[in-house]
């Protein structure tokens, strides 16, 4: 079975730019998985951030953006701010109607 | 504006099952898939199976086939998600999500209900 891999964690500097990746066990990401990416705070429901590889969701700060870099999907951060210190979650569609999350990435501001 | 309100909080012991409710208002219930996402304590979020309202049709991920059911109640734009044979591995939160579409561009998960807590437990 395929494994959506995303870092554990990872750290950035307040005003600094991370990028987090959103990889495939086998293979490569592409479009046509749909990559989107969520937002999680402790005790709340995600919010989606980007769908559709680079398109932001309503209300989502400039500050985020969705590519392809690689073989993977990417979530850059720009100006990082205190309260993106949260979980994030990719999520990739594998065909035949299945969806797969990826594990996650705590990102640390400090 | 969209909402999608979730069941109580349920405790079951093990083997028994569990139906968690979600209750879209808000828009056309029939035109949107919706996924039922789930997250056990402190660990990520893990896609558990999509039903369209539609028609009814299902999927789901493997490890749950043979164990969840998803049901929907078009008239009162309710989806149903039905759990068997607990074990404590299944305490989580489930959440449901719509699927949509804007400008012909699909939002997987767009909207998310607030979650059920679901506890397994002797």
């Known amino acids: 079975q395929t494994v959506v891999t995303q870092e554990p964690s990872f750290s950035v500097s307040p005003g600094g730019t991370v990028t987090l990746t959103c990889g495939l066990s086998s293979g490569s990401v592409s479009g046509s998985h749909y990559p989107s990416w969520y937002q999680q705070t402790p005790g709340q429901a995600p919010r989606t951030l980007i769908y559709s590889t680079n398109s932001r969701s309503y209300g989502v700060p400039d500050r985020f953006s969705g590519s392809i870099l690689g073989n993977k999907a990417a979530l850059t951060i720009t100006g990082a701010q205190a309260d993106d210190e949260c979980d994030y979650y990719c999520v990739l569609y594998m065909g035949s109607g299945i969806w797969v999350f990826g594990g996650g990435t705590k990102l640390t501001v400090l | 504006q969209v909402q999608l309100v979730q069941s109580g909080a349920e405790v079951k012991k093990p083997g028994a099952s569990v139906k968690v409710s979600c209750k879209a208002s808000?828009?056309?219930?029939?035109?949107?898939?919706l996924h039922w996402v789930r997250q056990a304590p402190g660990q990520g979020l893990e896609w558990v199976g999509t039903?369209?309202?539609?028609?009814?049709?299902?999927s789901s991920a493997q490890k749950f086939q043979g164990r969840v059911t998803m049901t929907r109640d078009t008239s009162t734009s309710t989806v149903y998600m039905d759990l068997s044979s607990l074990r404590s591995e299944d305490t989580a939160v489930y959440y449901c999500a719509r699927r949509a579409f804007v400008q012909g561009v699909m939002i997987p998960f767009d909207y998310w209900g607030q979650g059920t807590l679901v506890t397994v437990s002797s």
């Open positions: 039903i369209n309202p539609s028609g009814g049709i299902t």
């Open positions: 808000g828009y056309s219930f029939s035109n949107y898939h």
